[in-house]
């Protein structure tokens, strides 16, 4: 929300009425929003209830601190994450080849796409502090479970090598796509360059006897 000029000799606008729930998503919407601009280091309840119009204590209302907006905005993502990931899965229309390149491509796409919130979910202001609420780490831990369950079944395909243990196949999978999607969202590697590209490759080398 962007600050606009008044006419002093105007009167003082009243702030905007809430519905319950209206408040807690503007002020996500303005913490995303502020992380986006100035990363987690701007963001404070004080300065995010000025953000949206709402005295500190209408913030803190929902959030009792920093860390846990934080905690909540990762928990979204995680929960975002592991719909779209179910959804792709879930797709029959795919071989198991080509949904193994389409999580690839899709992976890379989210976290570039949603940069702030990839950071706080597999970022270190939360888990480098040990300071994940107990409601995050059970989504977490359930999304990679899931990521873990989707290694099992492309390792009996075939897919990615079988002799391999299923947890370890999917930490070292997740781990060279966190690290290619880290060098895009630090700007390491520059935004034009071929995601489409570097995604095909990933996918190839990961892979065992499929092309």
Not at 25 to 39: N, T
Not at 45 to 55: D, F, Q, T, Y
Request: charged content about 25%; proline content about 3%; some cysteine.
């Amino acid at each position: 929300m962007s600050l606009t000029d008044r006419n002093p000799t105007s009167r003082i606008p009243e702030k905007p009425a809430y519905h319950h729930g209206d408040l807690q998503r503007s002020l996500l919407d303005a913490a995303r929003k502020m992380i986006r601009e100035g990363g987690v280091e701007a963001l404070s309840l004080r300065k995010l209830a000025e953000k949206v119009g709402v005295s500190r204590t209408a913030a803190y209302h929902y959030f009792t601190d920093k860390n846990a907006l934080l905690c909540h905005l990762a928990e979204q993502g995680f929960y975002a994450w592991r719909d779209q990931a179910e959804t792709l899965f879930a797709d029959r229309s795919l071989d198991p080849v080509a949904q193994f390149r389409a999580y690839i491509h899709w992976y890379m796409g989210y976290a570039i796409e949603h940069a702030e919130i990839y950071d706080l979910m597999f970022g270190r202001a939360i888990w480098k502090q040990e300071k994940a609420s107990e409601s995050l780490k059970a989504v977490a831990y359930a999304t990679f479970q899931l990521q873990v369950e989707m290694t099992r079944r492309w390792q009996a395909h075939g897919i990615l090598s079988p002799r391999e243990d299923s947890l370890r196949v999917a930490q070292v999978s997740w781990g060279a796509l966190h690290g290619l999607a880290r060098l895009m969202i630090d700007g390491i590697y520059r935004g034009d360059s071929p995601v489409e590209d570097m995604c095909a490759c990933a996918a190839t080398l990961l892979m065992q006897h499929k092309s």
